[in-house]
């Protein structure tokens, strides 16, 4: 009797009919990508949204509730680092898409300055819970999924090249390279170059040299081309800071850590108060926070997983694979980050980085989440990375998902002011939530004022009212 050996049963090719779990699972060949891309998709994501372990601490950190409490910087790292990890492996494991999630910049803000001063920590983070519960029982009654579809195609790309403008920007103020104007209401250039006009000091050249070498790597279409660049430009600046004494990174200090090793702090973990701050801040108050949290948690996600599917060839007609898993798994984020205490966690910009890198499956996430999860021990290198290096995969691949305007009917006055609109205000407003409002309340109105009010469909109709609220949301209040 022949005893097959053990390695070749393990290292054998899967035949016409047998496929490894990691295809199975992920369904590499079908979408024409490697092991090889996913790992460093998922690594260029990571690096590229690394950053919110660090940021997030100061945004919560803060501001104090009510009470006066404020929360610990270790327990919200730790938290951040958690949420992170556990929802990014879902999501590639659940949705199968090259999407990461974290906890989301623009609505912890709302969470720290808007809603914490009202009410405790804990009754914040039970709203969070709740909005994350609203945006689940829209994923599973297919709602959320039928509300994406019902937008048409040339709005869908409006939102990827509003969004890729948001996140080159994004970039280019994070490393820098454009800042406020420091008097911006009292003057006609509400932003500039550099810190006074014009470019100067060692973190800018820093970041121009990664943005340069990027470029140049991706128009040779070398394999890693982001990865190798963020990696060139963070051992420059390491050596800058280090060596030489350079100093103004910002947030991210280049400095080789003196541990490796961070012990984690749960003392966040399942804080939380789901109804008191119906009572603490008052029923219409805490009923408004949790509308405004669901409404730019539910569009600016969407905007987001339709750009990058659609970057990433994912899309299908307009539709993306699994987007009702997708999007269970985005509603999902927010409770994890309400009972981690991390803010709500929804699918990162981000994610495009590691597209561009060649990421097409859930696979990349999983990486993507492993990481996360092992800066809950290593949170020391993660801080390593300055915003200048890795702010260039941000502008590079803006720059691409605006290429898709190409295919948006200019032409056709049913699109070209609702557009537009989308395209300049995501950018323009540093929100996604704002820039699809704009365009659908357009888009609606000249369908009804051409005489096609039918062509708009009444979600479209319901959502154009829904966002009129969104957008004067203070006078309702003040009415009710």
Avoid at 61 to 74: E, P, Q
Wanted: glycine residues 12%.
């Amino acid at each position: 009797m022949t005893q097959v050996r053990l390695d070749e049963a393990v290292t054998s090719a899967p035949g016409p009919h047998r496929k490894s779990i990691v295809e199975r699972l992920f369904e590499l060949r079908a979408r024409e990508t490697t092991v090889g891309r996913e790992v460093r998709g998922g690594l260029t994501t990571f690096v590229a949204m690394a950053y919110i372990v660090l940021l997030n601490p100061l945004i919560l950190g803060a501001s104090a509730d009510i009470t006066g409490a404020k929360l610990s910087a270790t327990q919200v790292t730790t938290a951040t680092a958690l949420a992170a990890a556990v929802m990014t492996v879902l999501m590639g494991l659940v949705g199968n898409a090259p999407l990461a999630l974290a906890a989301g910049l623009g609505i912890n803000g709302i969470v720290a300055f808007q809603m914490a001063p009202a009410m405790t920590w804990p009754q914040a983070f039970g709203l969070v819970v709740l909005e994350g519960v609203c945006i689940v029982l829209l994923a599973v009654s297919g709602l959320r999924e039928r509300i994406m579809n019902a937008i048409p195609g040339p709005l869908k790309t409006a939102i990827t090249v509003g969004i890729g403008l948001y996140i080159a920007l994004v970039g280019l103020v994070s490393a820098g390279f454009v800042t406020r104007t420091p008097d911006a209401a009292h003057s006609t250039v509400p932003v500039r170059l550099g810190l006074d006009g014009h470019l100067d000091g060692w973190p800018i050249a820093v970041f121009c040299f990664g943005l340069l070498l990027m470029t140049v790597l991706m128009s040779r279409k070398v394999p890693g081309a982001v990865l190798i660049s963020i990696a060139a430009a963070t051992v420059l600046a390491v050596v800058l800071h280090d060596g030489f004494g350079v100093g103004e990174w910002g947030l991210t200090t280049p400095t080789l850590p003196h541990s490796v090793v961070a012990a984690p702090d749960f003392g966040l973990l399942g804080h939380v108060d789901l109804f008191g701050g119906f009572a603490k801040a008052g029923a219409l108050t805490a009923t408004i926070f949790l509308f405004t949290l669901v409404l730019s948690g539910f569009f600016d996600a969407m905007g987001t997983i339709t750009s990058v599917s659609a970057e990433a060839g994912l899309s299908k007609n307009g539709r993306v694979p699994r987007m009702g898993r997708i999007l269970f798994v985005d509603g999902a984020g927010a409770i994890a980050g309400g009972m981690s205490g991390s803010s709500p966690n929804t699918v990162f910009l981000e994610s495009a980085a590691g597209v561009g890198e060649g990421a097409r499956t859930g696979l990349a996430s999983v990486v993507t989440g492993l990481l996360f999860g092992a800066t809950l021990l290593f949170t020391p290198i993660a801080g390593i990375v300055p915003a200048q290096a890795a702010a260039p995969a941000l502008v590079v691949i803006g720059g691409m998902m605006v290429a898709q305007c190409r295919t948006i009917p200019w032409h056709d006055p049913d699109y070209t002011i609702p557009v537009f609109l989308t395209v300049a205000l995501i950018p323009f407003t540093y929100s996604i939530t704002n820039g699809i409002g704009a365009g659908l309340i357009a888009f609606v109105l000249i369908k009804t004022f051409r005489g096609k009010w039918r062509e708009a469909g009444w979600i479209l109709t319901v959502l154009a009212l829904v966002f009129t609220v969104y957008f004067g949301i203070d006078v309702v209040k003040a009415i009710l």
